[in-house]
């Protein structure tokens, strides 16, 4: 599944404005901006949830730690020069297949279950998120049980 979204971002992906990034860490970036994003939701990124970032971004796309730092920088200056999530979502959702807009929102709540606290802003834009993807409620659901159930 994610060979498939690396291929899809990789081939549809070229934000003029992202900076300081090469074509091939596309997806890696935009997947990083909105973990970042919902890490950031509740004021403040919690150590745990840069842990869980980097173990995403290490397990799913196989990077090595000193590029994962790298894309983790950019995500941040994007995500200060980011207007809205639509910018990050506007593709994927003309994009993707369904179970991949799952898979993309199942990994943005094990960030905000990182910190075994789930904040009502996490959960809003984990939600507003999963409605500009169109992911309905019983997917956006089994989604936030599967990352708690990943916690274990």
């Known amino acids: 599944m994610f060979n498939s ?9 070229g934000y003029g404005e992202i900076e300081n990034s090469s074509r091939a860490h596309t997806l890696e970036l935009c997947a990083a901006v909105l973990m970042l994003e919902i890490a950031l939701a509740d004021s403040g990124i919690d150590e745990d949830e840069i842990k869980v970032i980097e173990k995403t971004m290490s397990l799913n796309f196989h ?4 590029e994962i730092q790298d ?10 020069h980011a207007i809205s999530l639509h910018d990050f979502t506007r593709t ?4 993707l297949n369904a179970e ?5 929102i199942e990994l943005l709540w094990r ?4 910190d075994n606290v789930i904040d009502k ?3 809003y834009f984990i939600r507003k998120i999963a409605d500009l993807l169109y ?8 989604a936030k049980h599967r990352a708690a159930e990943s916690l274990d």
């Open 5 to 13: 979204l690396t291929e899809f971002f990789g081939q549809h992906l």
């Open 135 to 142: 992911v309905s409620h019983a997917n956006y659901i089994k």
């Open 63 to 66: 990077l090595a730690q000193d």
């Open 92 to 95: 994927v959702n003309d994009e």
């Open 111 to 114: 960030v905000a279950v990182a």
């Open 121 to 123: 802003y996490e959960e």
């Open 71 to 80: 894309i983790i920088e950019t995500a941040r200056v994007e995500v200060n």
């Open 100 to 104: 991949e807009k799952v898979t993309v």
